[in-house]
């Protein structure tokens, strides 16, 4: 059985409106296939429907998160982003998914100095929970401390081979590039096509980054980062 607060925290996470949860779980369908404008619109409803659905609101700025940084470019999503996770974590201080997602847009948005406290205090909380020691050596990264990154990543893959999934940047940044090339996932997305080509720039294979700048324009031509590939491949 449940304690009162289990049970209590349990309902932030779910739903006690059937509709507001099935929107949730087609939004989570739409982010994965980049769809973050239906997404967050979907999640949008669900938050009004129930108000007090913790988890809605943490991937309501997850898409908004998305949006800004691969495709908008708006400010304004950004600060949407930031208040949505801090309602749901005031709705559910525990959330470990917004207390993740929250410490990423502070990182992309340069406040390593605020996300890596809140990372370390989930790794102090858990030393295996991989997820948070993939955000910490993101974090790292970006704080230009490339050894460490790479410790926390790879600790992070050793507890989790799922995390493969992501893409091990630290390794194209050290100077790391046939290691960097071997890590990345094999999914066929504008993204990781890419830094393939990316990878294969930096090994002065420029035929090859050719034509992944070029496949990765073809997936994605909305994204900041297929057009960043397409400058490149320009140039």
């Known amino acids: 059985d449940f304690t009162?607060?289990?049970?209590?925290?349990?309902?932030?996470?779910?739903?006690?409106d059937p509709v507001a949860y099935e929107y949730?779980?087609?939004?989570?369908?739409?982010?994965?296939t980049n769809n973050h404008r239906k997404a967050i619109e979907l999640l949008t409803e669900a938050?009004?429907?129930?108000?007090?659905?913790?988890?809605?609101?943490?991937?309501?700025?997850r898409a908004y998160h998305i949006n800004a940084l691969q495709f908008s470019g708006s400010r304004a999503e950004l600060s949407e982003a930031e208040a949505d996770y801090d309602q749901a974590l005031a709705l559910d201080p525990e959330l470990s998914q917004a207390?993740?997602?929250?410490?990423k847009l502070l990182t992309e948005t340069g406040r390593v100095e605020q996300s890596v406290p809140l990372l370390l205090q989930l790794v102090k909380a858990d030393p295996n929970l991989a997820d948070a020691l993939w955000e910490l050596s993101y974090a790292y990264r970006y704080a230009g401390l490339l050894n460490d990154s790479i410790e926390a990543g790879e600790r992070a893959l050793q507890i989790d081979p799922r995390q493969e999934s992501h893409q091990f940047n630290s390794y194209l940044y050290n100077g790391q590039y046939d290691k960097f090339m071997a890590s990345l996932p094999v999914r066929e997305d504008g993204y990781v096509v890419f830094y393939r080509g990316f990878g294969y720039y930096y090994?002065?294979?420029?035929?090859?980054?050719?034509?992944?700048?070029?496949r990765a324009y073809e997936l994605n031509q909305s994204s900041v980062i297929s057009q960043l590939g397409k400058a490149l491949r320009l140039g």
Request: charged letters at 25%; glycine letters at 0%; proline letters at 4%.
């Open 203 to 214: 090994l002065n294979d420029l035929n090859h980054a050719a034509a992944a700048f070029d």
């Open 4 to 16: 009162p607060a289990e049970a209590e925290r349990f309902h932030r996470n779910q739903s006690r």
């Open 24 to 32: 949730f779980l087609r939004s989570r369908f739409l982010l994965s």
């Open 99 to 103: 207390r993740l997602m929250k410490a």
């Open 47 to 61: 938050v009004r429907m129930d108000p007090n659905f913790a988890l809605a609101w943490a991937y309501l700025a």
